[in-house]
């Protein structure tokens, strides 16, 4: 969970998710799908939580390959919700 945009790419851009992300996942995953959301209110609220996007990764079952890629936007995010 990110407060800020800035967090999200300071971790994207950290050694320790690159290698999660190019070398480990391929091996030890067919697909995978991370969920963009935004959490209104902060994580104690009791709002839902809104998704706006999807990013799928296919690795197939050749690791040397290069996956399938997309990315699915979901919804506007919504004014949230009054307690």
Excluded: F
């Excluded at 990315?71 to 506007?76: D, H, I």
């Amino acid at each position: 969970m990110h407060t800020a945009a800035e967090d999200r790419e300071l971790w994207r851009n950290r050694s320790v998710h690159r290698e999660a992300a190019e070398d480990i996942s391929p091996r030890h995953y067919r697909s995978v799908r991370i969920h963009h959301g935004m959490l209104s209110g902060g994580v104690c609220s009791s709002n839902r939580i809104q998704l706006l996007r999807t990013k799928y990764w296919d690795y197939g079952d050749v690791v040397a390959q290069r996956p399938w890629m997309a990315e699915r936007e979901l919804a506007a995010p919504t004014p949230p919700v009054p307690a």
